[in-house]
């Protein structure tokens, strides 16, 4: 079986920096990925981790210690438009995803 | 362009009534999935498929049923015997096992009255 925890909600000032974790159980792993979520939208892909480390795409990074079973998103000079919800996920068969961390940020 | 495709954006059901749920892909995938989310809830993973003519049943797959006909094309029913399938529904794809990144349609917002 798999299961990815991550934090329910988070809140941020604009301009900050937030981390969001997620730890995982899973068979046959095969890394951590990360989506982002708008209300009303759909899911789209924020990055990808095989290997331990930090991976960096921008404002956002993405870190990966498998040893841990942990991984986080890191969230830099937050703007506005990064209020959403932010999954981790197991990109094993089937493609399963924890419950998700809304991310609140404020003036 | 290629993309996944939800049809229609917002359902309509009455009690009782069997509804379905189209979900089309051009990116030439072979899984194709459903989740369900429920307000403030996560992806719930009802159906996925690995290969045509194929398919496995999530975490809840119990008043829902799909086909997998066609490479493009995975639609899901949502049968009477689902006892609150008020909720918004995902369909997504990616090329395998193993994957690395998904892409979803935009969702159907399905609400029984």
């Known amino acids: 079986g798999q299961s990815l925890e991550q934090p329910s909600e988070v809140t941020a000032v604009e301009g900050a920096i937030v981390q969001i974790n997620c730890t995982y159980q899973?068979?046959?792993?095969?890394?951590l990925s990360w989506y982002q979520q708008h209300d009303g939208g759909a899911p789209t892909f924020l990055s990808y981790?095989?290997?331990?480390g930090l991976e960096e795409t921008g404002r956002f990074s993405s870190f990966l210690s498998r040893s841990d079973s942990y991984g986080y998103l890191l969230l830099q000079e937050l703007q506005m438009k990064d209020s959403a919800s932010y999954f981790c996920?197991?990109?094993?068969?089937?493609?399963?995803f924890g419950k998700g961390t809304r991310l609140s940020v404020i003036a | 362009d290629g993309g996944i495709t939800q049809s229609p954006k917002y359902l309509f059901r009455k009690e009782g009534q069997n509804v379905t749920l189209s979900c089309e892909q051009n990116?030439?995938?072979?899984?194709m999935y459903w989740y369900r989310q429920d307000p403030g809830q996560g992806l719930r993973l009802i159906y996925y498929?690995?290969?045509?003519?194929?398919?496995q049943k999530g975490d809840i797959a119990e008043g829902y049923s799909v086909s997998r006909e066609k490479k493009e094309s995975f639609p899901l029913t949502v049968t009477s015997a689902q006892k609150n399938p008020t909720a918004f529904y995902l369909c997504?794809?990616?090329?395998?096992?193993?994957?690395?990144?998904?892409?979803f349609g935009q969702g159907t917002r399905l609400t029984v009255v």
């Open positions: 997504a794809s990616s090329i395998g096992q193993g994957v690395t990144e998904a892409f």
């Open positions: 498929s690995q290969i045509v003519n194929d398919f």
């Open positions: 996920a197991a990109p094993n068969t089937p493609l399963v």
């Open positions: 981790n095989a290997l331990d």
């Open positions: 990116l030439n995938h072979d899984a």
């Open positions: 899973t068979s046959g792993f095969y890394g």
